[in-house]
């Protein structure tokens, strides 16, 4: 009786080499969307801060000082994301007494 699914011997190496060749790609890939998503963090953050700053000559912090959408993008995403997670651990509980 087999328990389970199984790889044949053969498929078993070449499928283990395959994921140790891959540990520096994913690792390329893990920091390439780090550094993503902190540049666009630390732009976002700036456009939020932008109307505390006194006035630039600065083209782009000029531009953010007079925007009015990416100033409160960050503060009204924040009560969706608390609401989405509710709903997802919602959904778990749900799901695991179902």
Not at 24 to 51: C, H, N, P, Q, T
Request: proline share 5%; with cysteine; glycine share 4%.
């Amino acid at each position: 009786m087999v328990r389970g699914w199984h790889l044949p011997d053969s498929m078993r190496s070449s499928w283990r080499s395959s994921l140790l060749a891959s540990h520096d790609e994913r690792k390329i890939w893990g920091w390439l969307f780090m550094s993503i998503g902190s540049v666009f963090f630390v732009g976002y953050f700036i456009a939020v801060i932008s109307k505390l700053l006194p006035p630039s000559n600065i083209a782009v912090i000029s531009a953010m000082q007079n925007d009015w959408y990416y100033c409160f993008l960050v503060p009204l995403t924040l009560p969706i994301v608390v609401i989405a997670v509710y709903f997802h651990w919602l959904s778990m509980k749900v799901f695991k007494h179902a």
